[in-house]
């Protein structure tokens, strides 16, 4: 009989923590979707101060500029996701911008934020998958930096690979600008720190894009 008891109090109390994790999980969740818009406005307003920040007015002051909003939206994360292992994160932001010789600044920077899919992906933490329409105005091919990593950009009509980097005559003599179109897959993971919302990682490709050249007074100032 006392055994029964016993196994019967075991049961109770096992039964209790299973919906205890069950109600703490609901109300997770709960609080979770309550904080979507919040992320939302979060990404949107990181995406806007960062393409703003990137006119390059001058090479010092725009990275600067830039690295000032990563600071404000970004941390570094604790582990990276396998799945995510060439993203870009705050400290990678710091390492591309030293390599002046690699990696520029572009003229001017836009971006259209097309859609935002939102989603839990553990404790404190969630994943977000943005489609982007973006616009780089550039003074030369190659790596130049944009708000969630750097981008490509080569002549695609070049009749052979060598010649993919060259600048054309009219783009080194500033009369026009490389324009690079190109709609983006974005990848974020985000995590929560003292009740605050940051950018930790993100991986970003290119679904298509197409360059041309524009007159210099058509780029954004």
């Not at 909003?69 to 604790?78: G, K, S």
């Not at 002046?100 to 989603?119: D, H, K």
């Not at 969630?148 to 600048?167: H, I, K, R």
């Not at 190109?182 to 605050?196: F, K």
Request: glycine letters at 6%.
């Amino acid at each position: 009989m006392k055994k029964l008891k016993r196994w019967n109090r075991g049961l109770m109390a096992g039964a209790i923590l299973i919906i205890a994790v069950i109600l703490f999980q609901l109300a997770d969740q709960a609080r979770f979707r309550s904080s979507i818009p919040e992320i939302s406005r979060i990404i949107q307003s990181y995406e806007t101060q960062a393409g703003a920040a990137l006119a390059n007015s001058g090479a010092t002051e725009a990275g600067n500029a830039f690295l000032n909003v990563v600071e404000q939206f970004w941390a570094d994360p604790e582990t990276v996701p396998p799945s995510m292992r060439y993203s870009s994160t705050r400290s990678a932001f710091y390492s591309a911008l030293e390599d002046t010789e690699n990696v520029f600044l572009p003229l001017a920077y836009e971006e259209t934020l097309q859609s935002c899919r939102i989603s839990k992906s553990g404790p404190g933490t969630c994943s977000a998958v943005l489609t982007i329409d973006s616009t780089a105005w550039l003074d030369r091919y190659g790596t130049y930096m944009s708000p969630f990593g750097p981008g490509y950009a080569y002549n695609e009509l070049a009749e052979d690979f060598s010649q993919e980097l060259e600048t054309p005559a009219s783009v080194a003599d500033g009369r026009q600008a490389i324009r690079l179109s190109c709609q983006l897959n974005v990848t974020l993971q985000l995590s929560e720190t003292e009740g605050t919302w940051k950018i930790s990682c993100a991986q970003m490709y290119a679904m298509s894009s197409a360059s041309s050249l524009a007159d210099i007074q058509e780029v954004p100032v």
